[in-house]
């Protein structure tokens, strides 16, 4: 009994195979049922794929905008340091000396003006 059902099982798998060579599996009623499935199935598959394209796009987009933010944050520093040493009095008496500008350096620190309000009725 137990060759029978291993012969017949041989048979199963080679008819099965001539049939999917044969391309009379694809005719058969049972898998022209299943084409929508399937062809959800390629559809999702394609929509996968074209996914991981696009995030991966985006995600080497977004690694050059990183790239250039560090050079503008350092460009950034270096310019702000420059303004610094500019800033400072003495260097700026240096360049007025330097540009022979007719400005004198003020003796006295600058005064504040306070203005009072008038009440108004």
Known sequence: MT??????????????LKS???G?????????KQLPFVAFIVLLGIILIT???WTEKTIR???AVRDS????????????????YINRPS??????IERK?????????AKRIVVKKLETK
Do not use: C, F, Q, W
Not at 3 to 16: D, F, Q
Not at 69 to 84: A, F, G, P, Q, R
Not at 91 to 96: A, G, Q, S
Not at 101 to 109: F, G
């Open 69 to 84: 933010l560090k050079e503008y944050k350092s460009e950034s520093v270096i310019h702000e340091t420059e303004l610094m």
């Open 3 to 16: 060759e029978k059902k291993e012969k017949g099982k041989k048979r199963i798998s080679t008819a099965g």
């Open 101 to 109: 500008i007719d400005l004198i350096e003020p003796v006295e620190p």
């Open 20 to 22: 999917i060579l044969g």
């Open 61 to 63: 987009k977004m690694e």
């Open 51 to 53: 996914n991981r394209y």
């Open 24 to 32: 009379t599996v694809l005719a058969s009623e049972k898998v022209t």
């Open 91 to 96: 260097e700026v008496t240096k360049r007025v």
